[in-house]
T-cell receptor, first 112, second 115 residues
Framework: GNSVTQMEGPVTLSEEAFLTINCTYTATGYPSLFWYVQYPGEGLQLLLKATKADDKGSNKGFEATYRKETTSFHLEKGSVQVSDSAVYFCALRDTGFQKLVFGTGTRLLVSP | DTAVSQTPKYLVTQMGNDKSIKCEQNLGHDTMYWYKQDSKKFLKIMFSYNNKELIINETVPNRFSPKSPDKAHLNLHINSLELGDSAVYFC??????????????FGQGTRLTVV
């Protein structure tokens, strides 16, 4: 079945450091890929998405590129801020099914 | 206006009780979902409805029963609550069944604590 694997956290960085959170997936067909963010005490918000191979999703300084050859969708940001501290979820959605499959989430902690 | 709203936000109840969580979306979406997030933040789908019809029913105990009176509402009723039901329950909605590139919009979650 479809699955998403994320790196375990927490990821602890200082402000202005470079961020990478790894995400790989297993899926049949051509899934769409998403990154969601969950701030403390809140629901999930879509951060960015990519719907086909080589697409790059970007938002708020975050980027991720859909790499079909490596089945990956790594999240990157050049300079993190304290306000980026949250849990980040990688997810896929297969065109044939009506559900998002999530990774286990990666907690990011950014210190001043 | 809140796109996907859930009530209540917090729910503390005793084992054995029956409780309901309500969800409404004003986005005009066709599909709604319930997800469960455990203490380790792992998210797992429970149910999905499309235009009031159940289309996904993952391995969930029969004590959980979703009800969709119309496509804007998806409620979750839980009978005979158990300690292991303690979690955060998220409602979500999305547009257009079969279009994999449409994202889901999530509610703020309902933190259920069974004591």
């Amino acid at each position: 079945g479809n699955s998403v694997t994320q790196m375990e956290g927490p990821v602890t960085l200082s402000e202005e450091a470079f961020l990478t959170i790894n995400c790989t997936y297993t899926a049949t067909g051509y899934p769409s890929l998403f990154w969601y963010v969950q701030y403390p005490g809140e629901g999930l918000q879509l951060l960015l998405k990519a719907t086909k191979a080589d697409d790059k999703g970007s938002n708020k300084g975050f980027e991720a590129t859909y790499r079909k050859e490596t089945t990956s969708f790594h999240l990157e940001k050049g300079s993190v801020q304290v306000s980026d501290s949250a849990v980040y979820f990688c997810a896929l959605r297969d065109t044939g099914f009506q559900k998002l499959v999530f990774g286990t989430g990666t907690r990011l902690l950014v210190s001043p | 206006d809140t796109a996907v709203s859930q009530t209540p936000k917090y729910l503390v109840t005793q084992m054995g009780n029956d409780k309901s969580i309500k969800c409404e979306q004003n986005l005009g979406h066709d599909t709604m979902y319930w997800y469960k997030q455990d203490s380790k933040k792992f998210l797992k789908i429970m149910f999905s409805y499309n235009n009031k019809e159940l289309i996904i029913n993952e391995t969930v105990p029969n004590r959980f029963s979703p009800k969709s009176p119309d496509k804007a509402h998806l409620n979750l009723h839980i009978n005979s609550l158990e300690l292991g039901d303690s979690a955060v329950y998220f409602c979500a909605s999305s547009q257009a069944q079969g279009l994999g590139n449409t994202e889901a919009f999530f509610g703020q979650g309902t933190r259920l604590t069974v004591v």
